[in-house]
C-alpha cells in the first residue's frame, strides 16, 4: 500500500543506486509485478463499469446497499480464512461453524428469552471455540495438514446444529440488537457494513502493527526458519483458527440479523466462496503472502458478480462457471508472479 | 590478537550419540574472539552435529559448552541466541515474504509496551528499519532496495542479509555453515567480506566450508574431524594444505 512512498535507497555508491531506480520505473518485470499487485483491484473496477453499462440498475443506490449487505458475511468470514491460508493452512469448517454459531444463537434466545448481549455472546463463544478446538487437535495432535481437521469440524458442526435445532431446521427470532446489525441501515448503507469496516480495522492493525501479526507472516514464509528463530510456531497458528472461527460466529451474527432466525442450513458452501474470495483477491495460495484488502476485494468480487448476473437474468449456474473461471485467473497469476520473482532476482544477480 | 585470553566458546569432550550412531566422540575445541576458526571434515565428520548442539538445536550426551569460561545450557534456540551465540544456517532461515528489516528482527521484534505478552505488543517499525540499516550500511552490503522482500534479492544479497541478521545480535559467537556453498565467485568474496568484518568487530567466528581457499585465507586456526573424532588442529597455510586435505580424508600424509 504505501510502501512505495518508503522507498528508502541505502546502497552507498551511485552506480547501484542509479540501477535501482532503473529497476523501479523501466523493468518490465518489475512492472509486471506491480501490475500483478494491483490485478484484483483492476478486474473489479473493470467489472463495476463493464456491469453499470450493461444494466442501468446496476449502480443505483439501493443496489450499491444490497451488494454490501450480501457480501457482508462472505467478507467477514473471508477476513479469518485469510490469516488462516496466510499460515499455508486452510479452514473448510468455517460455513458448519457459523451454521452451528446461529443454531447456538437461536437456542441461546429461546431459553433465555431475549438480551441481545448474551445471544451475540454465545455465538461468538460457539464459533471461537470450534475454531480453538480446529487450532489445537491440528497443532497438539500432530495432524499432517488442517485439510483434514477443518473436514472433521465440517461435519461435526453441521450434524450438531442439525440435530440440536429444534425440528432439525430453521428457528425464526432473534433479539433487536441482532436484527439491527444485520438488518438495519444507517446513513443508506446497511449496518452489516459497518461491521466489515470494523473488523477491518482491527485486522489491520492486528497484522501489520502488532507482533502477533508479523508471526504470522514469518510462519506462513517459512515455518522452519520460524521455529529457529524462537516463534512459537504452534500457539501462532492455534490463535489463528481461533480467530477465524470467531470471524465465523461474527458472520453468524450478522447473517441471523439479516434473516431473523437461526439455521443449520447456513452457510452450505460459505468454505467454499471464503477460500475463493481470498484467492481472487490476489493472496498467495501457499501462503505467506496476502492482506486484509485481498479478501475484502475477492468479497466485493463474488458479490458483484452475482448481484449482476442476476440483474442481468444469467442463471444461477453461469454465476458458478463465471466464478470458477476466475479462481483460475487468480491462481495462474500467482503462479505467474513466482515467475516474474524469479526473473527479478536473476536480474539483482547479474546487477551486481 | 589477544589469543591467550579465556576463549569466548569452549567445547569440552563433545559425545553425541543419535540411537546406534556416534557421532561425536569426544571433541574438544576453543574459539577465540577476534579470529575465525575453520571446522573442517569430510560429509558426516559430525561438523553439523556439532554446530547444532553449539546453537541449541541438539543437547550433549557428554561434555560441556563454556561460554567466556562459564558452563552453560544451551537446550533451545532461543537460549542460544540469547547468550550471544548466533548461527547462519546452510538454508539460510530467511522469510522471503518480509523485507531485509523485518527478517532482521523476526521473532525478537522491538515493541512496546514491555508490560503485555510479546504477542500481543505493538511493532516499533521505524526504529528497526533504523538499525537494520544502520547494520547494513557499516557491514558495507549492498541491497537494490531496502524495503522489497527478501525473494527478490539474489544468492549473494541474501546471502548477506542472513550474515548481516547474525551480526545484529551477535555478542560472542558467530557460526557460519558453508556460507558460500550455493555462491558464484563474486558474490563469495563479499560474503567472506563480511567474515573479516564479523571476525574485527570482535566476534569468535566458525566457519565450515569445504573450500580450502578460503580456508588458507580466513582461517587463524583449522580444527579437522573425521568420523566424530578431532583429529588435528593446525594454523592452515599453503605450506600445510596438503596436509590438512589429507587430515580431512585420512589418507597418510
Known sequence: ?352 | MNAAAVPALSVRDAHKRFGAVHALKGVSLDAYRGQVLALLGDNGAGKSTLVRCISGVHALDEGEILLDGEAVALSTPAQARRAGIETVYQDLALFDNLTPAQNFYCGREISFPRWLPRPLRFLNARAMDQEAASVIDRLKVKLPKFDAPVALMSGGQRQAIAVARATVFARNVVILDEPTAALGLRESRKVLDLVHQLRDEGNAVILITHNMEHVIELADRAVVLRQGHKVGELKPERANQHELVSLIVGAEA
Open chain 1, 1 to 352: 500500500m504505501s510502501d512505495t512512498t518508503r522507498q528508502r535507497d541505502i546502497s552507498s555508491g551511485a552506480p547501484a543506486g542509479g540501477r535501482a531506480q532503473a529497476s523501479a520505473s523501466l523493468s518490465p518485470v518489475a512492472f509486471g509485478l506491480r501490475l500483478l499487485n494491483f490485478g484484483p483491484l483492476l478486474i473489479l473496477a473493470l467489472l463495476v463499469v463493464v456491469f453499470s453499462v450493461l444494466t442501468p440498475n446496476f449502480l443505483k443506490p439501493g443496489n450499491l446497499s444490497n451488494i454490501l449487505a450480501q457480501t457482508a458475511v462472505i467478507a467477514i468470514v473471508a477476513m479469518g480464512q485469510q490469516l488462516v491460508i496466510l499460515t499455508r493452512g486452510i479452514d473448510l469448517s468455517v460455513g458448519a461453524n457459523l451454521a452451528l454459531a446461529t443454531v447456538v444463537g437461536g437456542l441461546v434466545f429461546r431459553a433465555t428469552d431475549g438480551s441481545g448481549f448474551v445471544v451475540i455472546t454465545a455465538m461468538l463463544l460457539a464459533g471461537t471455540a470450534v475454531g480453538l478446538v480446529n487450532g489445537l487437535v491440528f497443532v497438539f495432535g500432530r495432524l499432517p495438514h488442517p485439510f483434514i481437521m477443518t473436514l472433521a469440524t465440517l461435519s461435526i458442526c453441521r450434524g450438531l446444529a442439525l440435530q440440536f435445532s429444534i425440528n432439525n431446521t430453521t428457528m425464526r427470532g432473534m433479539p433487536d440488537a441482532v436484527l439491527f446489525l444485520g438488518e438495519t441501515s444507517a446513513l443508506g448503507v446497511p449496518n452489516s457494513f459497518y461491521v466489515v469496516l470494523g473488523m477491518a480495522l482491527i485486522v489491520l492493525v492486528m497484522t501489520k502493527s502488532m507482533v502477533w501479526g508479523r508471526w504470522t507472516y514469518a510462519v506462513g514464509g517459512n515455518p522452519k526458519a520460524a521455529v529457529e528463530m524462537g516463534i512459537s510456531v504452534k500457539w501462532v497458528l492455534v490463535s489463528t483458527y481461533a480467530f477465524a472461527g470467531l470471524c465465523a460466529g461474527i458472520g453468524a451474527v450478522v447473517l441471523s440479523g439479516r434473516t431473523g432466525a437461526g439455521s443449520p442450513l447456513y452457510g452450505t458452501l460459505l468454505e467454499l466462496d471464503t477460500i475463493a474470495a481470498v484467492i481472487i483477491g490476489g493472496a498467495s495460495f501457499l501462503g505467506g503472502r496476502g492482506h486484509i484488502g485481498h479478501a475484502l476485494i475477492g468479497a466485493l468480487m463474488i458479490g458483484v458478480i452475482r448481484n449482476a448476473l442476476n440483474l442481468l437474468n444469467v442463471g444461477v449456474f453461469y454465476q458458478m462457471i463465471a466464478i470458477g473461471v476466475i479462481i483460475v485467473v487468480a491462481v495462474e497469476a500467482d503462479v505467474m508472479r513466482s515467475y516474474l520473482e524469479g526473473r527479478a532476482r536473476n536480474q539483482a544477480a547479474r546487477a551486481q
